[in-house]
């Protein structure tokens, strides 16, 4: 209940699909989004080519996708990542992940690799496999139009790439409803690499609770005490551009390729200024009263956005002091498919090397600071690799391999995956929990507030990260939004007359925590090791700007320290293995 109990599985090399009932056991102890990918990457595909046919891209939602609990627009998508090569899940909202609950299907699991550019066509139980060859080559915004236009139905929804994923950059991302992505990772060049356009879904197939009156009870309740919230009506007014200002203040807001925490034309690129600049308008996904999405018309662009994490790397990281720039910039990337956070880390890295003379040839683009038509230039040429553009294309890791030189101390990624919105040199919490996750995504947790605290000590760092990236696992499984700020302990009612589940908070921590040994297991297996668990250099030897190592260095020896006891209390060898008892414990 809650889910509709059925499941794709479609090869794409042989154009088969079967239609399968989803395990009982799968959902209850995986429950969906996150947990449910990462089982079934697990089970299927535990050592895939990242770009093989036979790394899966398991489109993936959870049981409160599609229902009537608040932000129940979010979705998952689980793979392998061509960017790390690490386990992957990546989030977003709009329709399509409610669409998709609609056509009939929990999850749908795509393998294989078509000969020719094809579109799947997804509607109440039936699947069909389209040619796609008049759209290849076309953006996300046009592939998007047309297809709907092309399949009217009850309400379509497309998730597509752009010519990024085409391309197999290695930060491509997915687009979902024109304004939404599927983002990180470079999931886009999996879509592509499977020679795959599209995914359109459709239907009207309706959700069943387990048992309704108590359900809509429950979730009326949680609903009022969503909507009543002081942080929830603030981030309605703001968005997540709120960030912006509170970044600043708290001061680490990544600016400068990461070399400052603060931005002296900050103003200019604030949620304030883009409200006005950019007449913003209150949008919300599916069924969303928070409505924290800001639907921006300026000149011939029409886009939601910019989120804060796009501004602070295509603003405020690369000295970018306009907020219709950054919109520009937002605008090329949704189109041509590429990652706004990979993508804007990598042109302020761009940047850096560009001012330290490090390569001779630029293709006569001139990228100094807050230059907005360099980096558009070089954001056109990533997506098609054309010239210089080529050597950016996949990323700051593998960009500063090709450059050399010492580039890999200010390439700002762990393990490959560009560090989000939060400047370590500003917050140390964030810096730990980044390289401890099963990879450095913007959405394992934010504990910025708990380090600026007037009580938060040192030692409060690793049990914070352990709690933190469990009950994230929880939420990204279920699935609600970051923004949603109701505890487990109200959800978890909710959760068990929807779907008939008996869960309680520590039984749902333990999923939880099976997630993160899972994932680990997964990463160990596919050539992670515990000497990747690191900052990169840049963060051992510049001073501390903000946070409680304001004016000191961190000291590498110290931040292994931290590591090691994240390690301990997981119950990790010192290496950071997970033991076959502990595994065991867990089911694994
Ligand atoms: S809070 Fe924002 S991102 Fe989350 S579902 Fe609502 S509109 Fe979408």
């Known amino acids: 209940m809650a889910y509709t109990g059925k499941c794709a599985f479609i090869d794409l090399s042989t154009g088969d699909h079967k239609v399968r009932e989803a395990e009982k056991h799968m959902l209850e102890n995986y429950l969906g989004g996150k947990g449910l990918g990462f089982g079934l990457l697990e089970n299927y595909a535990p050592n895939p080519d990242p770009l093989g046919p036979e790394n899966p891209l398991i489109f993936v939602n959870g049981p409160f996708t599609g229902t009537k609990v608040q932000t129940s627009a979010r979705t998952c998508l689980v793979t392998r ?18 669409r998709l609950k609609a056509s009939g299907f929990d999850f749908v699991f795509i393998t294989g690799k078509s000969a020719e550019p094809v579109y799947l066509y997804i509607k109440n139980g039936n699947i069909a496999i389209r040619d796609a060859s008049g759209l290849w080559g076309k953006g996300i915004f046009h592939t998007n139009d047309e297809l709907k236009r092309q399949h009217p139905g009850i309400d379509p929804r497309v998730a597509c790439i752009g010519p990024a994923g085409e391309n197999l950059v290695r930060i491509a991302c997915i687009g979902v409803d024109r304004d939404r992505q599927y983002g990180r990772g470079g999931v886009g060049a999996v879509m592509g690499s499977k020679n795959l356009k599209a995914v359109v879904v459709d239907g009207d197939t309706a959700i069943k609770y387990h048992d309704e009156e108590l359900f809509t009870d429950l979730n009326s309740q949680l609903t009022k005490s969503i909507l009543t919230n002081e942080g929830v009506i603030y981030r309605r007014q703001k968005g997540t551009m709120k960030w912006i200002r509170q970044a600043q203040e708290y001061e680490f807001l990544p600016t400068r390729n990461f070399q400052k925490c603060q931005f002296d034309d900050f103003e200019q690129i604030s949620s304030e200024t883009c409200r006005e600049e950019l007449g913003w308008k209150d949008v919300g996904c599916y069924n969303c009263a928070i409505r924290c999405s800001k639907l921006a018309k300026w000149n011939d662009i029409e886009l939601e956005g910019p989120e ?13 002091s306009s907020a219709k720039d950054v919109l520009t910039a937002n605008y090329i990337c949704d189109d041509l498919g ?5 993508a804007g880390v990598t042109c302020s890295f761009a940047m850096e090397c560009y001012e330290k003379g490090l390569m001779k040839d630029w293709d006569g683009l001139e990228l100094v600071w807050g230059n907005a038509e360099g980096q558009q230039e070089l954001l056109r040429k990533m997506a098609f690799r054309q010239g210089v553009g080529a050597v950016f294309a996949d990323g700051t890791r593998i960009a500063s391999q090709k450059i050399g030189q010492g580039s890999d101390e200010f390439a700002i990624n762990i393990f490959g995956m560009e560090m989000s919105g939060v400047n370590p040199l500003g917050c140390l919490t964030m810096g730990v929990a980044l390289s401890v996750a099963d990879f450095a995504s913007h959405t394992r947790l934010w504990l910025t507030e708990a380090e600026m605290g007037p009580d938060f000590k040192i030692e409060d760092i690793p049990p914070s990260v352990v709690v933190g990236l ?15 700020p109701s505890g487990l302990e109200e959800l978890v009612p909710v959760l068990n007359a929807a779907t008939g589940f008996d869960h309680t908070v520590d039984s749902l921590l333990k999923i939880g925590t099976r997630l993160t040994h899972l994932a680990r297991r997964y990463n160990l297996r596919n050539g992670r090791t515990h000497s990747d668990d690191i900052m ?29 006891e994240y390690y301990a209390l997981r119950g990790w060898d010192e290496q950071g293995r997970p033991p076959v008892d502990v595994l065991k414990n867990y089911g694994l």
């Open 536 to 564: 990169p250099e840049r963060f051992f030897k510049e001073t501390s700007c903000s946070g409680f190592m304001r004016g000191r260095v961190v000291d590498k020896k110290m931040f292994n320290g931290l590591i090691k």
């Open 81 to 98: 990542s061509p960017l790390t090569g690490s386990i992957h899940d990546s989030h977003c909202g709009g329709h399509f992940g409610p």
């Open 308 to 320: 804060y994490e796009t501004t602070a790397f295509l603003g405020s990281g690369c000295e970018i």
């Open 470 to 484: 469990d009950t994230v696992n929880i939420r990204n499984s279920m699935i609600v939004c970051d923004f949603v």
């Open 338 to 342: 590429i990652d706004t956070i990979s």
